[in-house]
């Protein structure tokens, strides 16, 4: 649960094209920023399917590649390289197809089982105080990353830097996840929400209901990018 209030800016697209090329743009001048600022980017992915179109585009964006450094905001307790992982996604989209360095892409090693995965991620995040942008998804329940309704989102900046998850009602049942706190340690955070399936959970989030994407608070507030079907409007903003 969370007491730190959210600042929620919303952006309402007509279509999911209009929304995936918004994030692109916005996801690029983030990482420019930040490599003019501080020669590096430090960016976490959203898993589940809506970003996949996003990643594609990334893959064909002029930027420096090597300064680029990717973490993932949850993960399944899948095998390595199984198709359900987000790390395949990701990879499969973008990451196969450009030039940033193995060693600054850091999966989540979801294969040890959740507890393993958790404390070993957590002891590689320990070298960064802030990411530069966490991108997430939003679940039709009102789920980000792997935080669901009625479990542990590690809101507590004493707690956890990464949970394991167990019992998820989304499958696989056993995962990994940034906590909410870690993920709101960012300069930016950027929700990526469409289709109809997340009318509900987008209508409980406006109405001010706990749902754990509510729990991701960081100082400068988050962007929600959301289509007319997720936002149940007719695309004005
Ligand atoms: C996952 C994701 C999860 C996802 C939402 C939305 O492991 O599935 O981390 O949080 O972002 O469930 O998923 P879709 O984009 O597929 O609707």
Same mark, same amino acid.
């Given at each position: 649960?969370?007491?730190?209030?959210?600042?929620?800016?919303?952006?309402?697209?007509?279509?999911?094209?209009?929304?995936?090329?918004?994030?692109?743009?916005?996801?690029?001048?983030?990482?420019?920023?930040?490599?003019?600022?501080?020669?590096?980017?430090h960016?976490?992915? =959203?898993?589940?399917?809506?970003?996949?179109?996003?990643y594609?585009?990334?893959?064909?964006?002029?930027?420096?590649?090597?300064?680029?450094?990717?973490?993932f905001?949850?993960?399944?307790?899948?095998?390595p390289?199984?198709?359900?992982?987000n790390?395949?996604?990701?990879?499969?989209?973008?990451?196969?197809?450009?030039?940033?360095?193995h060693?600054?892409?850091?999966?989540?090693?979801?294969?040890?089982?959740?507890?393993?995965?958790a404390?070993?991620?957590a002891?590689?995040?320990?070298?960064?105080?802030?990411?530069?942008?966490?991108?997430?998804?939003?679940?039709?329940?009102?789920?980000?990353?792997?935080?669901?309704?009625?479990?542990?989102?590690?809101?507590?900046?004493?707690?956890?830097?990464?949970?394991?998850?167990h019992?998820?009602?989304?499958?696989?049942?056993?995962?990994?996840?940034?906590?909410?706190?870690?993920?709101?340690?960012?300069r930016?955070?950027?929700?990526?929400v469409?289709? =109809?399936?997340?009318?509900?959970?987008?209508?409980?989030?406006?109405?001010?209901?706990?749902?754990?994407?509510?729990?991701?608070?960081?100082?400068?507030g988050?962007?929600?990018?959301?289509?007319?079907?997720?936002?149940?409007?007719?695309?004005?903003s």
């Open positions: 649960m969370t007491d730190t209030p959210q600042t929620c800016r919303w952006q309402v697209y007509a279509t999911a094209d209009a929304l995936q090329a918004d994030a692109v743009r916005i996801i690029s001048a983030a990482a420019q920023s930040a490599i003019n600022a501080r020669g590096e980017f960016m976490v992915l =959203a898993g589940g399917s809506t970003p996949r179109a996003v594609e585009s990334l893959a064909t964006i002029r930027t420096d590649w090597s300064a680029w450094h990717i973490y905001g949850d993960e399944r307790c899948l095998p390289n199984h198709t359900e992982r790390s395949s996604m990701a990879l499969q989209a973008w990451l196969r197809h450009v030039n940033i360095p060693m600054q892409i850091y999966m989540i090693p979801a294969e040890l089982g959740a507890v393993r995965a404390q070993e991620y002891r590689l995040l320990q070298g960064l105080d802030s990411f530069d942008l966490v991108l997430l998804g939003l679940g039709e329940d009102g789920h980000t990353a792997s935080l669901f309704p009625g479990q542990q989102w590690g809101a507590d900046p004493g707690g956890p830097a990464v949970l394991a998850v019992d998820a009602p989304k499958p696989p049942p056993e995962r990994v996840s940034l906590s909410a706190w870690r993920l709101s340690r960012a930016q955070v950027m929700f990526l469409a289709g =109809a399936g997340k009318r509900d959970a987008v209508r409980k989030w406006r109405a001010g209901d706990t749902i754990p994407a509510r729990a991701i608070t960081p100082e400068a988050v962007e929600v990018l959301a289509d007319s079907a997720a936002a149940g409007e007719n695309g004005e």
